[in-house]
């Protein structure tokens, strides 16, 4: 395998999910539940007594489709004495026919050996195009023909959402400006969360969502203990959409030369 065919395939891996947030899964059929509500304002799926996961990641996803908006993802893991051993931060400009997007990708560790991610990117639904550094202050540049769902494969974060509905106990802690804020810090079953691949046995979880009134989980923070190794961990997520309908998608200009790559290669 090439030095730039592997490149691309570690692109794939990091925004799919392997090294980052969202981890692949097999495509899902999505059963419409009945969406319990017992008062104007709720949003799908919410109610004072009930959350239904399927329900409310689906309207989040649906949502977010018909318009566009930026998307900001950080994670960070630290030791038992407050120590960062991994840091991500991952931004994506999504447009209104989620085809075209761009986005960059920042990762930096301590554990083992200090390592740097830098990857930047975008996508018109035909190709993509990718920066990347092999070492810091090396980029490269390689384009490819856009196959299944690109480089990121949820772009709206659902089944984050949903692994964490189907993981932890939510409910309605307050109504606030049109939507709800949801909480929760018991675990009904912490093998629906969607984790990093290098960390195990969650515990101690914590977690607060901000929905809006159509369903968009605006704001998102998730908390808890896991075993890393030989080490236990804290993990932390923090996910927010901004700029709904008035982000702009611009093609950087380093695409015009980046170089035509295959994975077949």
């Known amino acids: 395998m090439t030095r730039a065919v592997a490149a691309v395939v570690t692109l794939a891996l990091v925004l799919a999910g392997c090294s980052g947030f969202v981890q692949q899964d097999s495509p899902e059929t999505v059963t419409p539940a009945a969406v319990p509500t017992d008062g104007a304002g709720y949003p799908p799926g919410v109610s004072d007594g009930a959350v239904v996961p399927s329900t409310l990641a689906s309207a989040h996803a649906r949502t977010l489709a018909t318009t566009n908006y930026t998307l900001v993802t950080r994670q960070r893991v ?3 004495n407050g120590t960062v051993l991994r840091r991500s931060n991952h931004t994506r400009y999504v447009a209104a026919n989620n085809g075209t997007y761009a986005g960059h990708f920042r990762q ?3 554990e083992l050996n200090v390592f740097t991610t830098r990857i930047d990117y975008w996508t018109n639904g035909s190709i993509v195009a990718a920066q990347y550094d092999e070492r ?3 980029p490269h540049r390689v384009k490819w023909t856009v196959r299944n769902d690109g480089p990121v494969s949820d772009l709206s974060e659902r089944r984050t959402i949903l692994g964490i509905g189907e993981a932890v106990d939510l409910s309605v802690a307050d109504r606030v400006d049109g939507g709800v804020v949801l909480v929760g810090t018991r675990f009904t079953n912490p ?3 969607v984790t990093p691949l290098f960390v195990s046995d969650p515990r101690n979880v914590s977690v607060r969502l901000r929905v809006s009134h159509d369903g968009t ?3 998102l923070r998730l908390a808890f203990d896991a075993e890393r190794s030989d080490q236990r961990v804290r993990v932390r997520q923090d996910i ?3 700029d709904v309908g008035s982000t702009t998608v611009v093609k950087p ?3 015009a030369n980046t170089t035509q790559r295959s994975l077949r290669q």
């Open 191 to 193: 093998d629906r969360l």
């Open 217 to 219: 989980v605006e704001a």
């Open 78 to 80: 630290t030791d038992r």
């Open 240 to 242: 927010r959409v901004t």
């Open 136 to 138: 810091a202050g090396r």
């Open 253 to 255: 200009e380093w695409v």
């Open 108 to 110: 930096n560790g301590t």
